[in-house]
């Protein structure tokens, strides 16, 4: 039995060493994660990111062996990307976030520590094509501000702008999550999308309502992009105001 207890006395010990040497290990081997400030604020709902904008890159950049995760924060000001071993923003991040026609800017160290208090919590990050959830909350603010101004001067009633605001909001639902790239999605929010915007009126109130409709619609665009400075579209050199 001395034995027994001595032996016991002796293997004990190692195997807690062991496990805080398993521990520290594995804290050792905790995942690098990079922080870039980007401009992929949402030019129609400007407190949230531009899941249209950022979907595409995010995709990529999973796609890539060096990445593990990659994020965009609720206000599309920021990418995170969780690499499975080291950082390799010039070889991997800097190519693909360009590729996808997105300026960025790398956080330093002591900068990220504000990001880290708050990653990865739910509605506040999203991950890859999580972002398609901001494209939702988009959709809506769309339809919103689409009737809106049509409704204020008293050009539409109640009952008709609830049948265009609901059907413009299912449209854009299908839209935005739709994957392109960005010169797509440029030409799409240019051409396709307003002439949709426009056809989806005139079933309720005219044509004659409706280009009255769409001229306020535009100018209050104008004013409030004027107002919140969110008029270029990011990655591109066009004003998201100028519908000539």
């Excluded at 690499?83 to 390799?88: F, G, M, P, T, Y």
């Amino acid at each position: 039995m001395k034995k027994i207890g001595l032996l016991g006395a002796i293997i004990i010990p190692l195997l807690v060493i062991a496990g805080f040497i398993v521990v520290n290990n594995g804290k050792a081997k905790e995942n690098v994660t990079s922080f870039y400030k980007t401009p992929l604020v949402c030019n129609a709902a400007p407190e949230i990111g531009c899941g249209s904008r950022a979907k595409p890159a995010l995709l990529e950049l999973e796609k890539n062996q060096a990445v593990k995760e990659a994020w965009l924060n609720r206000p599309g000001t920021v990418i995170a990307i969780v690499w499975k071993d080291k950082a390799n923003t010039e070889n991997v991040a800097k190519p693909l976030l360009e590729a996808n026609n997105i300026s960025f800017t790398e956080v330093n160290e002591k900068d990220a520590s504000q990001y880290q208090k708050d990653f990865r919590q739910a509605n506040l990050w999203y991950r890859g094509a999580d972002v398609d959830k901001l494209s939702l909350e988009e959709a809506s603010t769309i339809a919103q501000t689409t009737i809106k101004p049509a409704l204020e001067s008293n050009l539409i009633t109640a009952t008709e702008g609830e049948k265009i605001r609901a059907e413009i909001e299912a449209y854009f639902k299908k839209e935005l999550v739709i994957l392109r790239t960005n010169d797509q999605l440029n030409e799409d929010s240019e051409n396709k999308w307003k002439l949709a915007m426009v056809e989806i009126a005139e079933k309720h109130i005219g044509k004659e309502r409706t280009e009255k409709a769409m001229e306020l619609y535009l100018k209050n665009c104008e004013k409030q992009c004027k107002k919140d400075g969110s008029c270029t579209q990011p990655g591109t050199k066009k004003d998201c105001c100028d519908h000539k």
